[in-house]
T-cell receptor
Framework: DVKVTQSSRYLVKRTGEKVFLECVQDMDHENMFWYRQDPGLGLRLIYF???????EKGDIPEGYSVSREKKERFSLILESASTNQTSMYLC???????????FGPGTRLTVT | AQSVTQPDIHITVSEGASLELRCNYSYGATPYLFWYVQSPGQGLQLLLK??????LVQGIKGFEAEFKRSQSSFNLRKPSVHWSDAAEYFC??????????FGAGTTVTVRA
């Protein structure tokens, strides 16, 4: 089975801190995605990556950046956390030419 | 641009009763359609998918969905609901570049 893991299930940070969310997949998938999930809004795509060192902006990239130095790892970075970035963050991966995505358990981030 | 609408925010159903969740999509070409389920505190799990062929697709946990092109719908059904089906359900459509566009979700409550 595909396994997507995220470094933390719960995270509490202060406003202005730099925050790193890590995601690792073990199925050699080319594509990786970061979403944020908010009640009533579903999942919104922040960034995605089709290959190592490649990244593309999603629908809501403002305030976020990403890094993909290795194929299995995709990091989401909040350069200066703000309270409106309090949310559930989900990572997903998929094979290169396939739409089906596999999700990690999520990280619930609270920024105070 | 593609989009997904889930008209029902919250559905309450009795255990043993049937369940139907509605999903309408907007997409110019033949869509790739998915239903995911998210149990409390968990990531998303794929229930079923439609790419082509038979318009009635079977998934895991006794779920099925029917693709109706004329109605731009992909409704999810289960004949007899179990308490463990209480969760949030997301419909998604495959977009360009192997991304998914998600609906806002439907929360299902199962009463004894």
């Amino acid at each position: 089975d595909v396994k997507v893991t995220q470094s933390s299930r719960y995270l509490v940070k202060r406003t202005g801190e730099k925050v790193f969310l890590e995601c690792v997949q073990d199925m050699d998938h080319e594509n990786m995605f970061w979403y944020r999930q908010d009640p009533g809004l579903g999942l919104r795509l922040i960034y995605f990556s089709y290959d190592v060192k490649m990244k593309e902006k999603g629908d809501i990239p403002e305030g976020y950046s990403v890094s993909r130095e290795k194929k299995e790892r995709f990091s989401l970075i909040l350069e200066s956390a703000s309270t409106n970035q309090t949310s559930m963050y989900l990572c997903a991966s998929s094979h290169g030419t396939v739409y089906e995505q596999y999700f990690g358990p999520g990280t619930r981030l609270t920024v105070t | 641009a593609q989009s997904v609408t889930q008209p029902d925010i919250h559905i309450t159903v009795s255990e043993g009763a049937s369940l139907e969740l509605r999903c309408n999509y907007s997409y110019g070409a033949t869509p790739y359609l998915f239903w995911y389920v998210q149990s409390p505190g968990q990531g998303l799990q794929l229930l079923l998918k439609y790419f082509s062929g038979d318009t009635l697709v079977q998934g895991i946990k006794g779920f099925e969905a029917e693709f109706k092109r004329s109605q731009s719908s992909f409704n999810l059904r289960k004949p007899s609901v179990h308490w463990s089906d209480a969760a949030e359900y997301f419909c998604a459509v495959g977009a360009n570049d192997y991304k998914l566009s998600f609906g806002a979700g439907t929360t299902v409550t199962v009463r004894a």
